[in-house]
């Protein structure tokens, strides 16, 4: 494996970006600074946020490097909604991908992004809000929604980990 690449937004993706590099020893990068650093055809673990249930960048990145791994960064709990995430993102069966719960936070997005997700923590709020009963999951998600979330540990890379001593 030659390096760690990533697309993040608002920080939680380079976080764990960064904690994955100290883990394993690989060298992390965004991926502008891959462009000079990581040469096209090398074996990489990519990291991306998630938008609309794909993983920004993942496609771009699949064309210059040879994807090993992928972590999909998201507002959602660590190891959830996988194959979703997987299909909307054409993600072949035979490259592994973890999803890995991320922060959230309305305030620290710009211009689109913010005005997207202004629209969907309406909507979210309005039917969840709603809802008589409400399951657990559904109350995390409502309380991310209004009052944002910082979810981003160390602990949450446990599988990503696994699999990568798994082809050391
Ligand atoms: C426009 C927009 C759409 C999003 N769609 C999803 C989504 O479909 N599923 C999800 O789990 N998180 C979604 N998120 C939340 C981000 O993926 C989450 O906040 C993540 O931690 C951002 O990573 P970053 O800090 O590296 O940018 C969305 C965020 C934005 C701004």
């Known amino acids: 494996m030659k390096a760690i690449i990533y697309t993040t937004n608002t920080g939680s993706t380079a976080q764990y970006a960064k904690m994955l ?18 040469e096209a055809g090398s074996e990489i673990i990519y990291l991306g946020w998630i938008m609309a249930a794909q993983v920004k960048g993942c496609k771009a990145a699949a064309k210059k490097y040879k994807i090993r791994a992928i972590c999909a960064v998201g507002m959602e709990k660590t190891g959830t909604r996988t194959e979703e995430i997987r299909g909307k993102t054409c993600v072949p069966a035979e490259i592994p991908l973890f999803t890995l719960q991320g922060n959230f936070n309305v305030k620290k997005l710009h211009g689109l992004y913010r005005i997207m997700m202004n629209m969907m923590v309406k ?3 309005k039917q969840l809000g709603a809802k008589a009963e409400r399951t657990h999951r559904e109350n995390e998600m409502l309380e991310i929604m209004l009052h944002g979330g910082e979810n981003v540990r160390e602990e949450n890379l446990k599988s990503i980990l696994d699999y990568y001593k798994s082809i050391q």
């Not at 590099?21 to 990581?38: H, N, P, R």
């Open 21 to 38: 590099a100290e883990k394993t020893g690989l060298q992390a990068f965004s991926m502008e600074e891959a462009k000079s650093k990581v």
């Open 123 to 125: 909507m979210v709020t």
